[in-house]
Nanobody, 114 residues
Framework: VQLQASGGGLVQPGGSLELSCAASGLVFSYYDMGWYRQAPGKQRELVATITRGGRTNIADSVKGRFSISRDNAKNTVSLQMNSLKAEDTGVYYC?????????WGQGTLVTVSS
């Protein structure tokens, strides 16, 4: 199983980025997908998840600014990030989960700074 995250980079406060995760080696539509992040010196935290059926869960810290979506035909999950803040800086990881199966991508770095 491979989860390839992309789209990270340097953005100014108030800007936008869209992260994408391409999954392979699994039946994508069977999995709940998610994005997590880890800021320097902090634990990894949930950002957003989307179930097989399309139900989403967004962390309170990013609610109203971030949204998650999936395309089962393309085996991709995306995270649209708007109104970015300095505290959104971190490595963003893609996750695929189904029952006892739990897979992680390599992460993509997002830096929000002027």
């Amino acid at each position: 199983v491979q989860l390839q995250a992309s789209g990270g980079g340097l953005v100014q406060p108030g800007g936008s980025l869209e992260l994408s995760c391409a999954a392979s080696g699994l039946v994508f539509s069977y999995y709940d997908m998610g994005w997590y992040r880890q800021a320097p010196g902090k634990q990894r935290e949930l950002v957003a998840t989307i179930t097989r059926g399309g139900r989403t869960n967004i962390a309170d810290s990013v609610k109203g600014r971030f949204s998650i979506s999936r395309d089962n035909a393309k085996n991709t999950v995306s995270l649209q990030m708007n109104s970015l803040k300095a505290e959104d800086t971190g490595v963003y990881y893609c996750n695929a989960k189904r029952g006892g199966w739990d897979y992680w991508g390599q992460g993509t770095l997002v830096t929000v700074s002027s």
